[in-house]
């Protein structure tokens, strides 16, 4: 299928989709839902690291104090 018969095929036309537009449709909303994911993903985890380098300092600075006063 061409890429604009693709685009030009609209849901709710009351046009049934072909299998072929389906799997098509499904390949890029899969491919979509992985990119978004792993930006979750990794926005999760850089967070994380900023939270965690920030308690350590805090914690440095707490055992810093108790040790030399």
């Known amino acids: ?3 604009k018969e693709m685009k030009s095929y609209r849901f709710g036309t ?3 989709p072909t299998d072929e537009m ?3 449709v499904m390949k890029e909303v899969a491919q979509e ?3 978004s994911s792993k930006r979750a993903a990794d926005a999760y985890f850089e967070q994380m ?3 965690i380098a920030a308690h350590k300092g805090q914690w ?3 055992i810093n104090s ?3 006063g």
């Open 1 to 3: 299928m061409s890429e």
């Open 33 to 35: 839902a992985r990119e």
């Open 60 to 62: 440095e600075e707490r």
């Open 49 to 51: 690291r900023r939270n």
């Open 66 to 68: 108790i040790i030399y």
């Open 22 to 24: 389906l799997e098509q």
């Open 14 to 16: 009351g046009q049934e």
